[in-house]
Nanobody, 119 residues
Framework: QVQLVESGGGLVQPGGSLRLSCVASGSIFSINVMAWYRQAPGKQRELVAAITSGGSTNYADSVKGRFTISRDNAKNTVYLQMNSLKPEDTAVYYC?????????????WGQGTQVTVSS
């Protein structure tokens, strides 16, 4: 079992910055990949950024150069630094953890944190 708690969302003006945090607890040693997804009303959930246990990262084209994902293994925390925010970044952002135990894969989700970019 893995529990994820997001924080750091809020209201910000276009061009501003926010840093999201996700703290993992439970069976943290089984986690292979942590990621941030987002979902806007009426749209499907999309991958924003992902990071492996080895530190490899992947970003959606829409956020490349603006967002940075990182992790602090000592704190069991993954971050998403969001700069140069745009109105189209408005969404609920979800932390995701992927783990594998034997032949079974598990996916865990946080409750989400709202990010609103508006003037």
């Amino acid at each position: 079992q893995v529990q994820l708690v997001e924080s750091g969302g809020g209201l910000v003006q276009p061009g501003g910055s926010l840093r999201l945090s996700c703290v993992a607890s439970g069976s943290i040693f089984s986690i292979n990949v942590m990621a941030w997804y987002r979902q806007a009303p009426g749209k499907q959930r999309e991958l924003v950024a992902a990071i492996t246990s080895g530190g490899s990262t992947n970003y959606a084209d829409s956020v490349k150069g603006r967002f940075t994902i990182s992790r602090d293994n000592a704190k069991n925390t993954v971050y998403l630094q969001m700069n140069s925010l745009k109105p189209e970044d408005t969404a609920v952002y979800y932390c995701n953890a992927d783990s594998t135990v034997g032949l079974r894969s598990y996916h865990y989700w946080g409750q989400g944190t709202q990010v609103t970019v508006s003037s």
